[in-house]
């Protein structure tokens, strides 16, 4: 965005220039371009802050896939709260087997500064699953409620990540 700006407004500048002035004028706005990029983190500068038509198509493809799995949660929670382990641990090689996959598909089809923490929450949903089947294996309700709640938080805030128009 910044770098637009500064390549609109250079061009305005140039085309109403003479050459001898060229260089120094070119001088100072690499200058220029060369601090903000050191001071305001050039990897950003240059990252896509929109999605495209079909960004948005593929995501209409992938996001409901997770978030028809988000809604079955609470099913879970029934269990947990019956010490059910046995349909614990079910659900979690069952119904949510694909939702790593899943996860996956649509962090990597996120804008470049939301794919790279959706896929650190991704991880944190499936580290959680694996700590709330282990905590049913041992009997555990205390363990199992907290890794719920973790698990619930993770993936709420990782579909915080996804744009709305597609979930
Ligand atoms: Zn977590």
């Given at each position: 965005?910044?770098?637009?700006?500064?390549?609109?407004c250079t061009m305005?500048?140039?085309?109403?220039?003479?050459?001898?002035?060229?260089?120094?004028?070119?001088?100072?706005?690499?200058?220029?371009?060369?601090?903000?990029?050191?001071?305001?983190?050039?990897?950003?500068?240059?990252?896509?802050?929109?999605?495209?038509?079909?960004?948005?198509?593929?995501?209409?493809?992938?996001?409901?896939?997770?978030?028809?799995?988000?809604?079955?949660?609470?099913?879970?929670?029934?269990?947990?709260?019956?010490?059910?382990?046995?349909?614990?641990?079910?659900?979690?090689?069952?119904?949510?087997?694909?939702?790593?996959?899943?996860?996956?598909?649509?962090?990597?089809?996120?804008?470049?500064?939301?794919?790279?923490?959706?896929?650190?929450?991704?991880?944190?949903?499936?580290?959680?699953?694996?700590?709330?089947?282990?905590?049913?294996?041992?009997?555990?309700?205390?363990?199992?409620?907290?890794?719920?709640?973790?698990?619930?938080?993770?993936?709420?805030?990782?579909?915080?990540?996804?744009?709305?128009?597609?979930?």
């Amino acid at each position: 965005m910044l770098l637009q700006v500064y390549a609109e407004c250079t061009m305005n500048i140039f085309s109403k220039m003479k050459w001898p002035r060229l260089r120094s004028v070119l001088g100072l706005v690499l200058a220029v371009v060369a601090t903000c990029l050191v001071g305001c983190g050039g990897a950003q500068v240059t990252q896509p802050t929109t999605y495209s038509a079909e960004q948005i198509a593929q995501l209409e493809i992938f996001a409901p896939r997770v978030t028809e799995l988000r809604d079955r949660f609470p099913e879970l929670e029934d269990y947990i709260q019956s010490k059910d382990w046995v349909n614990i641990s079910s659900f979690i090689h069952g119904p949510m087997g694909e939702l790593r996959v899943g996860l996956d598909r649509v962090a990597v089809r996120l804008l470049p500064q939301d794919a790279e923490q959706a896929q650190y929450y991704a991880d944190e949903i499936g580290a959680h699953l694996e700590k709330l089947d282990a905590a049913a294996a041992d009997y555990n309700q205390i363990a199992a409620g907290r890794e719920y709640r973790e698990v619930l938080d993770d993936f709420d805030t990782f579909i915080g990540l996804i744009p709305d128009e597609t979930t």
